[in-house]
Every structure is written in structure tokens, then in C-alpha cells.
């Protein structure tokens, strides 16, 4: 479970800053601890670009879905042992 420590309007960023700033945020989280996005539409790009950079650490929970609306809770976990630097996905053998 996550602790929610912001809020956060995205619509209210200009669209350019808007994923660098989420990066920052997300940064800065300790595991365990989340913030809550409100958007206009559902940011499926932003999910896969936060997954790319910090692989097995993101937790993502839609709370709202559209129409009109998105709400998604982004927090920090702990990165799975399976994709770490000590798996066998590290040289490429698995695929993942």
C-alpha cells in the first residue's frame, strides 16, 4: 500500500514540461510512497516511458477512468529480484 503525499493537475502544466516534471516526482519518492495524477486523457504514454526508466518499480492504479476525467495513483516499489542487475535478464538470456 501506498501513502499518497501529492496530488497533481497535470492540465494545469504546460504539455512539454509535463512527463520531465512526473519523472522528477517519481524520483523523488521513497517506496512506498505515491501521488495522484488528474489528466484529461488516459496517459498510457507516460505509464510506458516511467516503466522504461525504473523497470518493476512502478506502481500504477487507475482510480478514475474517463470520460472526461483520469485519475491514476503512481507510486514506488521495489523492483522485483527478477528483473534486477542479478538476474538472468541482465545478459539478455530471457528475453524480459
Not at 64 to 69: A, S, T
Request: proline letters at 6%; charged letters at 20%; glycine letters at 10%.
Amino acid at each position: 500500500m501506498n501513502t499518497t503525499v501529492a496530488e497533481i493537475d497535470v492540465r494545469t502544466i504546460p504539455p512539454y514540461e509535463r512527463h520531465a516534471q512526473l519523472f522528477n516526482r517519481f524520483d523523488a519518492l521513497q517506496v512506498g510512497e505515491a501521488f495522484v495524477i488528474v489528466n484529461d486523457h488516459n496517459p498510457v504514454p507516460l505509464h510506458m516511458q516511467l516503466e522504461g526508466r525504473t523497470p518493476g518499480q512502478v506502481a500504477w492504479t487507475y482510480l478514475q477512468q474517463g470520460p472526461d476525467l483520469w485519475r491514476v495513483q503512481i507510486g514506488k516499489q521495489q523492483a522485483s529480484k527478477h528483473h534486477g542487475e542479478d538476474s538472468c535478464c541482465s545478459g539478455g538470456a530471457c528475453g524480459g
